[in-house]
């Protein structure tokens, strides 16, 4: 299972460290990630990210970046390349989250070509999709698997394979008070993991969206794990998330 967050651009690098710090002191002791049950994670901004690995990988996490540019090197002022991202040790890279999509223009082609880019250089893309407008899950269904399909066509293309995590996060969750609910996300969940477990990937399903404590045992049949946002701040809601996971493997 894989558990993390993507800290956007909440934290300076001062709390930044202060919080890697203490997820990483929960995740060293809890039988859910020293057994392997749980992959844990965090997506901090750029230039944090060469304070937060060290911290992070002795305590088993995996450390991400929130982007990435599609070209290896280049004249691309501002752009972070999956090379150097790889050099510093980012095993996941965070592709075509809403918001990137919403304020900054990013279309299918441009998450495709990143998308191609990290896994190139052996990092998984966290791959974000999710239907911009509440309705029926076969819908949003539908509307994902397209997503999903336009995102890796280029990977498709060129032969490469390897982990993909496909971060399931309906737009119109994004930020709200409450995350979709429990039928919608496990009748989504189930169908993405359907659909991916007849391509060519290492595929998990993560929910996203207003996702946090408690949440986790009512939609597991489904998905893979949990993309956390704000509700993770607190470091300790990250680690009843993390006992969550525990419970959960005690009842199977």
Known sequence: MLIGSSLKMYFGR??????????????????AVQQGLVEPFVIPTFPSIPDVVPIATEA?????????HWEDAGAFTGEVSAPELAEHGVRLAEIGHAERRRMFGETDETVARKV?????????PVLCIGEEVQ??????????????????????????????????EPVWAIGAPQPAGD???RAVGSFLRAHAA??????????????????????????????????????????R?????LELEGER
């Open 14 to 31: 001062a709390r930044t460290i202060e919080w890697t710090r203490a997820v990483a002191a929960i995740c060293a002791e809890h039988p």
């Open 60 to 68: 088993g996490m995996l450390v991400g970046a929130q982007d990435l």
């Open 116 to 124: 191609a880019a990290a896994l190139r250089h052996g990092i998984a």
């Open 135 to 168: 309705g029926d899950p076969d819908t949003a269904a539908a509307a994902c698997i397209a997503q999903l399909e336009a995102s890796v066509s280029l990977a498709l293309e060129q032969g490469l394979t390897g982990r993909l995590v496909v971060a399931y």
């Open 183 to 185: 039928d919608h996300i």
């Open 198 to 239: 007849a391509g060519p990937f290492s595929t998990q399903v993560i929910y996203g969206g207003s996702a946090g404590p408690g949440l986790l045992p009512r939609i597991a049949d489904s998905v893979d794990g949990m993309f956390l946002g704000r509700f993770a701040h607190d470091p300790a809601a990250f680690g």
């Open 241 to 245: 998330i993390l006992d969550e996971a």
